[in-house]
């Protein structure tokens, strides 16, 4: 069987070789005397190609590899699962075998937004309902009432009613089930007050896919760019490498708080242009991921006019819609601005994207989520279900989510108390979490940390030694990776460094959750107290680094995080290097 892979190679190759240096047929375009005889690099390239041909048939090379995959797979990273939460799993697995191997008791996973894995507890009516709703044997059970509330099994009810055959384990509607796209829009029009549709809704499997979507819908080809912010929740620049298109890059104010600013998006959708990439999109986070500011009104108002005037999709990752903690800030949704600004659906192209994965409900593995639609005209909108179809359709217990999440208890429910104690009690432990922890950064050597406004994490600046900097270059590592590794080696504390998310070229970051639960932030405060002022001390003038660039070289040396550099000039270029990070 191998010889016959060989021969036919062979024949194959020399049928081209034969094909080549026999005259073609002469083009308007090129001289006659062109056409005699192959190019020595064309013979050169069949020769190669024989070569590899028959190399691989006969060693038997497995038909995928990193050779032969996707680069544009191999092009993005994912920092936020990336090697320093490999090493800090392996840590984990070490600590299991032999607990006392480790200088820490636990890892403190503070590297992504997945509340209940960190001891956040469910919200009770929504697990109640989403029971009844997966198992509705249980609505004929008097036992039932006494231990579901009496508005979880109404609510139930409602819901499965609308479902063909009650069946949640069913296929739905592409877009997701009409009934529940109606409880969603009423909830975004309760919040807005202005009209929302569930013809506009399309339920999705977290914010993630519906952000794939659009990204198909609208990169055509490495001309096609979508004009992103930096620092980023890096899922953007990962399905723009992924779908063949330029990330543009506009840099948020740290000096003003992670402002963002409509100068900065003038300039760099001028730099692009020059370059010859149609800007298609832009992408405003917020609340802000990794960095935790909550836009004002007024800053949203020139947002909405830039995009009028310059023809762009408004893309609005709000899931954090939730998650305010400044008492002078509110969230307001990019469509009600759009709205009280006159904008109707002729004027604005704007997609929102929601997520039951954050908020104070945080069911991330739920996969529930949707995006509102607006602005775009019918056979566009035939063309997104289209791409909707071919995955048939959500999950149906996170489809009934995102309605529960839009549609909560309200005051005369009998949920409605105990609701409200779960939501605030949530809310108000995360806003001192964030308090605690921007606090402890603030008061240590060498790190700055703007006020988390909202959202779920802190986006600290290091201001590292430059004998630190040249460590972590020797050991072929970013500065922030570098001491993100040597903080989780050193107290188990799992963190990502800035460079994952993209940052202002000699700038150093690190993202870290406040989700841990509030009686263990004062032991990782602690513990990183006192890391934070033995790793600067070490690294003081006259300091010796040889020991400890080599022990964590051997971690990184291979690493991705050394690709990023100080995060900002290789994003800078289209996010394409950009170690990409997620929720």
Partial sequence: MRRFVTDRARRAVAASLRAATRPAPPSPAAPARALSRPSPSATSAMASYM?????????????????????????????VRGEIVTHAQNLEEELHKNPESLPFDEILYCNIGNPHSLGQ?????????????DHPALLDKSETHALYSSDAIERAWQILDKIPGRATGAYSHSQGIKSLRDEIAAGIAARDGFHASGDNIFLTDGASPAVHMMMQLLIRSEKDGILCPLPQYPLYSATITLHGGSFVPYYLDEE?????????LKKQLDEARSKGITVRALVVINPGNPTGQVLAEENQKKIVEFCKNEGLVLLADEVYQENIYA???????????????????????????????????????????????????????????????????????????????????????????SFMVERDGILSSLARRAKALEEAFNSLEGITCNKAEGAMYLFPRLHLPQKAIGAARAAGSSPDAYYALRLLQATGIVVVPGSGFGQAPGTYHFRCTILPQEDKIPAIISRFKEFHEKFMDEYRDGASTSSKTESVSDKTGSGGDKTTGSGGDKTASGGDKTESGGD
């Fill in 51 to 79: 070569a590899r041909a028959m190399s691989t048939s006969a060693a038997g090379a497995p038909p995928v590899s990193l050779d032969t995959i996707n680069p544009k797979v191999l092009e993005f990273k994912y920092a």
């Fill in 121 to 133: 507890q469910p919200v009770t009516f929504f697990r109640e309902v989403l029971s009844l709703c």
């Fill in 256 to 264: 003003t708080g992670w402002g963002l600013e409509v100068d900065e």
């Fill in 327 to 417: 008492e002078d800030k509110q969230f307001h949704s990019f469509k009600k601005i759009a709205r009280s600004m006159g904008y109707t659906d002729d004027d604005l192209p704007l997609v929102s994207f929601q997520s039951v994965s954050k908020g104070y409900y945080g069911e991330c593995g739920k996969r529930g989520g949707y995006m509102e639609v607006t602005g775009f005209s019918a056979d566009v909108r035939e063309q997104i279900y289209k791409v909707a179809s071919v995955n048939l359709c959500s999950n149906v217990s996170g489809q009934i989510l995102s309605s529960l999440i839009m549609n909560p208890p309200k005051a005369g429910d009998e949920s409605y108390e």
